[in-house]
């Protein structure tokens, strides 16, 4: 399962820290990410990391502001948010894909989301 922490709100051009713990039946973790949902619109990628090589993939709405890491070790991704800006009010998905026992075929994982708001 997966736990997301630092949803809240904040001013334009403040930042926010979302942090996401997978825990359960782990025997190693593909890739972990973020993806957001705002009212009346489809879910869309915000950030992933893949696990193997640590490359990162990133919207181009959030290029240059967004920061994501993945620690391995903690089975942990984090997702630093700087110049904030409106249009990243949403909810904020922890996305994973596990491979749960040796051999097993992979699963993905949603954790319940963390609301994000950006306002004055």
């Known amino acids: 399962q997966l736990q997301a922490y630092g949803g809240g709100s904040v001013q334009p051009g403040g930042s926010l820290r979302l942090s996401c713990v997978a825990s359960?039946?782990?025997?190693?973790?593909?890739?972990m990410g973020w993806y957001r949902q705002a009212p009346g619109k489809q879910r869309e990628l915000v950030a992933a990391?893949?696990?193997?090589?640590?490359?990162?993939n990133y919207a181009d709405s959030v290029k240059g502001r967004f920061t994501i890491s993945l620690d391995n070790a903690k089975n942990t991704v984090y997702l630093q948010m700087n110049s904030l800006k409106p249009e990243d009010t949403a909810v904020y998905y922890c996305?994973?894909?596990?491979?749960?026992?040796?051999?097993?075929?992979?699963?993905?994982?949603w954790g319940k989301g963390t609301q994000v708001t950006v306002s004055s």
């Open positions: 996305n994973a894909v596990v491979v749960p026992y040796r051999g097993h075929p992979t699963k993905n994982f």
């Open positions: 359960g039946s782990i025997f190693s973790i593909n890739d």
């Open positions: 990391a893949i696990s193997s090589g640590g490359r990162t």
